[in-house]
């Protein structure tokens, strides 16, 4: 397993923006695919976005999609959720994992996860 830190989560209105950062604490040489989730109260984790470490291939969820942006800095094993638009229904505990496989999108895929943080979009 690999060690993921996240940043970035906070209190913002709707129609603000936020960006989440995840840092892996070794090398992800050996993760195929890094990706974002989220589980809010009362709810499965889901799906939001994922990008292969080689960069050449992203996936959104389609209610994240054109408002979510995922990216990674190779240099720094880090990557981003970019989020724009927030919705009150974006509120939620947002969780970034590394999965050895290439183009996983199913949290089953992935082995590393970080500890979670908090998004909160007011209406």
């Known amino acids: 397993q690999v060690q993921l830190i996240e940043s970035g989560g906070g209190l913002v209105q709707a129609g603000g923006s936020l960006r989440l950062s995840c840092t892996a604490s070794?090398?992800?040489?050996?993760?195929?695919?890094m990706g974002w989730f989220r589980q809010a109260p009362g709810k499965e984790r889901e799906f939001v976005a994922g990008?292969?470490?080689?960069?050449?291939?992203?996936d959104y969820a389609p209610s994240m999609e054109g408002r979510f942006t995922i990216s990674l800095d190779r240099d720094r094993n880090t990557w981003y959720l970019q989020m724009n638009s927030l919705k009150s229904s974006d509120s939620a505990i947002y969780y970034c994992a590394a999965s050895k496989e290439h183009f996983a999108t199913d949290g089953r895929q992935f082995d590393s996860w970080g500890q979670g943080t908090q998004v909160t979009v007011s209406s």
């Open positions: 070794t090398q992800t040489i050996s993760r195929n695919t």
């Open positions: 990008i292969r470490w080689s960069g050449s291939w992203t």
